[in-house]
């Protein structure tokens, strides 16, 4: 496991390479500002096509919410510092509605200096209240994805999409927003969420964070509709693992593209070069 030093110049590097004007390759850094490029390096990168990560954080015994939905201090500070961070190297941030309507959350970039992300909810029948924080006008783009024909408030952008069977189609859900011009989608929960975009082979990485906490009984984590029978069949994705502090972050690369890019910084190819 590698501790991450993120020092103000590695974040400002990172924020320069998602620009586009800067490599994650150059540089004199010490092991744990390596380890940081080195986790959030894929993320900032423009280089390597669409990235779609989905990021959880969960207890010791894989719980993302108590029984009675409390889910605000379920990942440590270092974790909520982590999860700023992603938010701020992607394009999108997406959530399913019962997590925009348990946690009212806010998407916005707090803990770390950087952009808002496009806040994107997943409301296919149209239960987000036209009052949510997520849907709050602060110059970032606000997405509504539904089936439904419930009209938005001004400056929110509806994605329609027909339902099939029970559901919306992850791969139709990611269409439409690419269409839409991001790239880069972070997908921030629930577990019925990411699960859905999992279990249909769309995630490039996923990111689990556990904090050393018991919860005891509550919402789990990540449940996929259609679980292996057999640990043979279970998906074992090339996984890195980083002490954030607080909290200890499981970075699965689930594509070949993001397999490639999890690789030593030196040895990756870049599009970009010079700092
Ligand atoms: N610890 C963490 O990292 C973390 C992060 C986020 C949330 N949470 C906690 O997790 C809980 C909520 O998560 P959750 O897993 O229950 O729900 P969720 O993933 O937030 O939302 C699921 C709902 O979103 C809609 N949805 C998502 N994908 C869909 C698709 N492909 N097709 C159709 N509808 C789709 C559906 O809405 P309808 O129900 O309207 O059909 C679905 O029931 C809360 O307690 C929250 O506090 C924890």
Do not use: K
């Not at 900032?44 to 207890?59: E, H, K, N, W, Y």
């Not at 490039?204 to 919402?219: E, F, M, N, W, Y």
Request: overall charge neutral.
């Amino acid at each position: 496991m590698q501790p991450i030093d993120v020092t103000s110049q590695v974040w400002e590097r990172l924020l320069a390479v998602r620009q586009g004007t800067s490599c994650t390759c150059c540089g004199g850094w010490t092991p744990g500002e390596d380890a940081a490029l080195a986790l959030y390096g894929p993320l900032a990168r423009r280089d390597l096509g669409p990235v779609t990560v989905a990021q959880i954080g969960q207890s010791l015994d894989g719980r993302i919410a108590t029984v009675t939905g409390d889910a605000r201090d379920v990942s440590g500070p270092d974790g909520l510092a982590h999860l700023h961070r992603m938010r701020a190297l992607v394009d999108g941030v997406a959530i399913g509605v019962r997590t925009a309507l348990h946690d009212t959350p806010r998407l916005t970039v707090r803990l770390c200096q950087g952009r808002n992300p496009a806040r994107i909810v997943i409301d296919p029948r149209g239960r987000l209240p036209d009052d949510a924080p997520v849907l709050r006008a602060d110059g970032a783009r606000r997405i509504v994805v539904q089936a439904t024909d419930r009209p938005r408030p001004e400056g929110v952008e509806v994605i329609r999409l027909p339902v099939r069977g029970d559901l919306l189609d992850p791969q139709e859900i990611l269409a439409a927003l690419r269409e839409a011009g991001l790239s880069s989608v972070m997908i921030e929960g629930g577990g019925i969420t990411i699960s859905r975009f999992l279990e249909a082979g769309l995630l490039t990485r996923l990111q689990v964070a556990v904090a050393p906490l018991l919860i005891g009984a509550g919402q789990q984590s990540l449940t996929m509709p259609s679980p292996t029978e057999s640990l043979s069949d279970a998906l074992r994705p090339e996984t890195r693992v980083y002490s954030l502090g607080s909290d200890v972050v499981f970075d699965c690369a689930l594509s070949p593209t993001a397999q490639a890019a999890s690789r030593p910084l030196h040895d990756a190819p870049q599009s970009v070069s010079g700092s």
